[in-house]
């Protein structure tokens, strides 16, 4: 399985989503630095939020186009045959791929994150702030987060994948699930809030609190406030929020494989 998780990253290297991101990486820190320059006030710390927002739309769309050119379309090409036709089990198949888009979007976030926060360190705004952001370990803590956020919607598009016929279904349908996933925390709280409508909170509350029992809560793993503004470690919610993502990339990938496993690709 190694071996298969080794192929899956240099074909992921080979292919031209990592072209694009290398592009979208100099447009994302050139953005963060634009917005944090047109701040008034507390411009690292614009910056570095802008810059935490691409991130983690940038990695989203390549671990979906990764999923798609690494699975989907082996499926929809039959290329998969000829994998399977090895002395390899589907579920190592299948295992090997994930890991080689956690692998590849693992070292795509080290890389864009290296870059930035050296930009940041060496060439940081001249201007003295009085709360200067966490450029230690808070934010590679943050880095973890993103990371952990994005393979929890590898996993679901991986699942998806092993079901779909058409290849573009788990690119369309993983963007979904994570704009939902990160969105169902903070709307919950809004309507939990004292400025809410309450005509609203009873008409949607009863949805999402049901929603809120399957679908993961992936603002949780959003901890940029440990970075901008330097605010202690939660230890508890943290390892709930770590414990959660788990749980959910191993219940989806456990599905995915049994799925995968009784598929007819004839």
């Not at 996993?155 to 369309?172: C, D, E, G, Q, V």
């Not at 994570?178 to 009873?202: F, K, M, N, V, W």
């Not at 009863?206 to 470690?233: F, I, K, Q, T």
């Amino acid at each position: 399985m190694f071996e298969l998780t080794r192929l899956g990253v240099r074909m992921g290297l080979r292919g031209l989503g990592f072209r694009i991101l290398l592009l979208v990486t100099l447009a994302l820190l050139g953005a963060a630095l634009l917005a944090g320059n047109f701040s008034g006030r507390q411009q690292l710390t614009v910056t570095l939020d802008v810059a935490f927002s691409g991130m983690r739309i940038v990695l989203l769309l390549m671990v979906l186009v990764w999923v798609q050119d690494l699975l989907a379309r082996d499926i929809e090409r039959k290329s998969v045959y000829f994998m399977l036709a090895y002395p390899i089990s589907r579920r190592q198949f299948l295992l090997s791929r994930f890991f080689a888009v956690a692998l590849l979007g693992g070292a795509s976030l080290l890389f864009i994150g290296a870059v930035f926060w050296g930009l940041l360190y060496f060439f940081g705004s001249e201007y003295p702030q009085l709360r200067p952001p966490a450029l230690g370990w808070p934010y590679w803590l943050v880095l973890l987060g993103i990371w952990l956020d994005v393979l929890v919607v590898a996993a679901f598009a991986l699942l998806l994948a092993t079901l779909s016929t058409t290849p573009f279904l788990p690119f369309l349908l993983g963007l979904a699930f994570a704009l939902a996933a990160r969105g169902l925390g903070p709307t919950i709280d809004y309507l939990r809030g004292e400025r809410s409508d309450p005509l609203h909170q009873s008409l949607f509350g009863p949805l999402l609190e049901h929603a809120y029992v399957w679908l993961p809560d992936l603002s949780r793993l959003d901890w940029r406030v440990l970075a901008l503004y330097g605010l202690p470690v939660e230890p508890a919610a943290m390892g709930l929020a770590l414990l959660n993502a788990l749980a959910y990339i191993g219940a989806l990938l456990a599905l995915a494989i049994v799925i995968f496993q009784r598929r007819n690709f004839t």
